[in-house]
């Protein structure tokens, strides 16, 4: 019962960590560690308004190919044919040596975070969102759309590893 219960409260820790670290990341930092200094940060924005902001200290990915854009591109025109046409990208993606995030809102209501990579996963933040049918079934479309999501920036970081 014991070993259940520590089991239980790791789960919850690790999860309240990545919860104050996608909080974190959102919020502007005041003091940056040495390698968040010598980061750059490259901005670029795609077809439908959306932004990607490549972050890295090797001048050599800070850019992105033809072929990535296309991705990215096409990653977008799937998102908005398959989860949402009311989809809004405010953040855009935001591409890092070890991760891929996609930020975006549907509707006014519910806002959603995707990543690929470290702390990999669905994130949804809302405040009192009436889960009905249509609302439960854009949540189960966009669980579904994480797998399509990952498949195509994982190729994008693994070639950013190798560099």
Known sequence: MS?????????????????RNLTEST????????EEQQQDVFNLVLNDNVEVKIHSSDKTDLQLS??????LNQLIQNF????????????GFN?????VRL???????LGFVLIAGNDRGLY?????????????GTIDKLTKF??????????????????
Do not use: W
Request: aromatic share 4%.
């Open 124 to 136: 949804i933040n809302c405040e009192m969102l009436k889960l009905d049918d249509e609302m439960a």
């Open 66 to 71: 033809d072929e990535e854009k296309n991705s």
């Open 103 to 109: 930020d975006g809102t549907i509707g006014s209501d």
């Open 80 to 91: 908005k044919s398959q989860v949402s046409e009311l989809s809004n990208f405010e953040e």
């Open 95 to 99: 591409i890092y040596v070890d991760s």
């Open 27 to 34: 919020q502007p930092k005041t003091v940056l560690t040495e």
């Open 3 to 19: 070993n259940k219960q520590n089991l239980n409260y790791d789960q919850i820790k690790k999860m309240l960590n990545t919860m």
């Open 146 to 163: 994480q797998h399509t999501y990952e498949d195509v920036v994982n190729g994008m970081m693994n070639s950013r590893k190798t560099n």
